[in-house]
């Protein structure tokens, strides 16, 4: 089952900050976030395991609440580069990565 | 060092036929990933290989099939296409780790259209 993104879509200023978030109905193994830019390939942010352990860009981050199967990616100080649609994916441990609809960041000068 | 790979780049089709689409994963990659997108929506999971065996596959029909081969590279195949399979095709690569999961490597994918 697909996990729920919010927000659908957040329009920033360069500097400012946001959270998007991803929930799931079932427990979750792990959780991937991906941006893709118009046109591109979605391009790996990072990832968070049950237990703890993180792996993902430095300039990212990102949090697992594993008893609400809830993760949060915060985007902050903006940046113009930041724009894009940003996926999470979760999986229960069965190598299906299931992805949400996305949300879209629109990052304006 | 090349990323993933996939061809053809776009392919148009009409109802009925079948296609397949190729994919190179980055070097030293063993495990493949095929993902439908359509337009608007995020990847939806199809198959991921490993070591030319099948690890997991989404909820697709059997026209749907997939194969991977000993240099890892892997095709993905079609049959009695539908209109509602034009979609963009990613192809992703990863390390096998102990996790079930590793970072996914995107390849650009192939824009299928259906007419």
């Known amino acids: 089952q697909q996990p729920v993104q919010s927000p659908q879509a957040v329009i920033l200023r360069e500097g400012e900050d946001a959270v998007i978030n991803c929930s799931s109905s079932?427990?979750?193994?792990?959780v991937h976030w991906y941006r893709q830019k118009h046109g591109e390939a979605p391009v790996f942010l990072m990832i968070?395991?049950?237990?703890?352990e993180q792996k993902g860009h430095d300039k990212i981050s990102a949090s697992f609440n594993e008893k609400k199967q809830q993760s949060s990616l915060y985007l902050t100080a903006s940046q113009l580069s930041y724009s894009g649609t940003y996926f999470c994916?979760?999986?229960?441990?069965?190598?299906?990565?299931?992805f949400g609809a996305g949300t879209t960041v629109t990052v304006r000068a | 060092d090349a990323g993933v790979t996939q061809s053809p780049t776009h392919l148009i089709k009409t109802r009925g036929q079948h296609v397949t689409l190729r994919c190179s994963p980055i070097?030293?990659?063993?495990?493949v990933s095929w993902y439908q997108q359509v337009l608007g929506q995020g990847p939806q999971f199809i198959f991921q290989?490993?070591?030319?065996?099948?690890?997991g596959r989404g909820n697709f029909p059997d026209r749907f099939s997939a194969r991977q081969f000993p240099n890892y590279s892997s095709e993905l195949n079609v049959n009695a296409l539908l209109l509602g399979d034009s979609a963009l095709y990613l192809c992703?690569?990863?390390?096998?780790?102990?996790?079930?999961?590793?970072?996914?490597?995107f390849g650009p994918g192939t824009r299928l259209t259906v007419l």
């Open positions: 994916g979760t999986e229960i441990r069965d190598y299906k990565l299931s």
């Open positions: 079932k427990a979750l193994y792990s």
């Open positions: 070097s030293g990659h063993k495990s």
């Open positions: 992703a690569s990863s390390l096998p780790s102990g996790s079930s999961y590793n970072e996914q490597f």
């Open positions: 968070l395991l049950k237990g703890g």
């Open positions: 290989y490993y070591e030319k065996e099948e690890r």
